[in-house]
């Protein structure tokens, strides 16, 4: 992999066989009504990518893929249940708070400059969402 360009959200890579990445940052206020967010400034469309995202200073935790059809995700169920783990097929996160506070995020679109994810409120959830992407295209 070699370096394309580099800005405050992230570093683009273009791998010899024709392959470019992106690796960046994002945040999502969880106290939003339910909704869309887009992630633009990737520079190329997506075939895939690939998330994560924590609530800090919480044992919320999810990662997950979303590849335009397809998304599934990992999710930290400890506000739940101690130490267990929840694996969903129709999200590509779900940050759960307690058993029935969370936020439940899909993959809407692959976009000709990014992504865009919907995010759904489930009860009176509350927090900042640090997310990391890797976009593959």
């Known amino acids: 992999l070699t370096a394309q360009s580099g800005d405050a959200g992230g570093m683009t890579w273009a791998a010899a066989a024709g392959v470019s ?3 960046g940052l994002f945040t999502k206020d969880t106290a939003d009504a339910t909704g ?3 992630i633009e400034s990737v520079g190329f469309t997506p075939k895939a990518i690939s998330i ?3 609530v800090n200073g919480t044992a919320q935790f999810s990662s997950g893929f979303y590849d ?3 998304q599934g995700a990992q999710y930290n169920r400890h506000d739940n249940t101690a130490n ?3 694996l969903s097929t129709s999200h590509v ?3 759960q708070q307690t058993s029935s506070i969370a936020s439940l995020v899909a993959g809407k679109s692959l976009d000709s400059d990014g992504f865009t994810l919907t995010w759904t409120k489930n009860g009176a959830k509350t ?3 640090n997310c990391a992407y890797l976009a593959i295209g």
């Open 21 to 23: 990445c992106k690796v």
């Open 36 to 38: 869309d967010q887009v």
């Open 52 to 54: 994560w995202g924590v």
């Open 68 to 70: 335009g059809t397809t």
């Open 84 to 86: 267990t783990w929840g």
């Open 93 to 95: 996160m779900s940050l």
């Open 127 to 129: 927090g900042t969402a």
